[in-house]
């Protein structure tokens, strides 16, 4: 079974402070996402990336960067984290070449910025 | 652009009731389409899929089938259990597999013994 690690499953944090997420995939999977999940918003797409240094932006980038220096592993970073930012974040790999593939997800992230 | 519409509950049913989550999309093209289940304090796991019109995806005793002239896919299933308590999110993909989902705002679906 694919497994898609995130490194936290509880993160609090200060207002302004630099903040790493991190997601490890142990499937070789080309394509790596980065969601956000609120209530009554669903899930929306913050950054995703198709292949090693490479990246994308998603529905809502503003605030967040990416890194993506080795293929299994896809960090999201708060460069100086707001109370807004407070939420639920996912993260997702899946392998390329159709749309028919799933995207896996991690256990999610629940961060909290004060 | 894309969008996926499902009623977002909650909703709440007794055991072995029937049940029904609409959903409905807008699409270019021909997308997949899945359904995905998140379990209290857990990330999201796929549910079933269909990738072409008149599919039928099924597991765990869940189905549902991609009616391209309603551009719909219903999640059905005969008789709920209180372990199906869960947010279910419908999504599609109409890009080539490296882009984003595009979820609904997922139903909330609450099951009472």
């Known amino acids: 079974d694919v497994k898609v690690t995130q490194s936290s499953r509880y993160l609090v944090k200060r207002t302004g402070e630099k903040v790493f997420l991190e997601c490890v995939q142990d499937?070789?999977?080309?394509?790596m996402f980065w969601y956000r999940q609120d209530p009554g918003l669903g899930l929306r797409l913050i950054y995703f990336s198709y292949d090693v240094k490479m990246k994308e932006k998603g529905d809502i980038p503003e605030g967040y960067s990416v890194s993506r220096e080795k293929k299994e592993r896809f960090s999201l970073i708060l460069e100086s984290a707001s109370t807004n930012q407070t939420s639920m974040y996912l993260c997702?790999?899946?392998?390329?070449?159709?749309?028919?593939?799933?995207?896996?997800f991690g256990d999610g992230t629940r961060l909290s910025i004060l | 652009g894309d969008s996926v519409t499902q009623m977002e509950g909650p909703v709440t049913l007794s055991e072995e009731a029937f049940l029904t989550i609409n959903c409905t999309y807008t699409a270019t093209g021909y997308p997949s389409l899945f359904w995905y289940v998140q379990y209290p304090g857990e990330g999201l796991q796929l549910l079933l899929k269909?990738?072409?019109?008149?599919d039928k995806g099924s597991n765990k005793g869940f189905e549902a089938t991609y009616r391209k002239e309603t551009t719909s896919f219903h999640l059905e299933k005969g008789s709920v259990q209180v372990s199906d308590s869960a947010v279910y999110f419908c999504a599609l993909s109409s890009g080539g597999g490296a882009d984003g989902l595009t979820f609904g705002k997922g139903t909330h679906l609450i099951i009472q013994p």
């Open positions: 269909a990738t072409k019109a008149d």
């Open positions: 499937m070789d999977h080309e394509n």
């Open positions: 997702a790999s899946s392998t390329t070449g159709s749309r028919n593939q799933p995207q896996h």
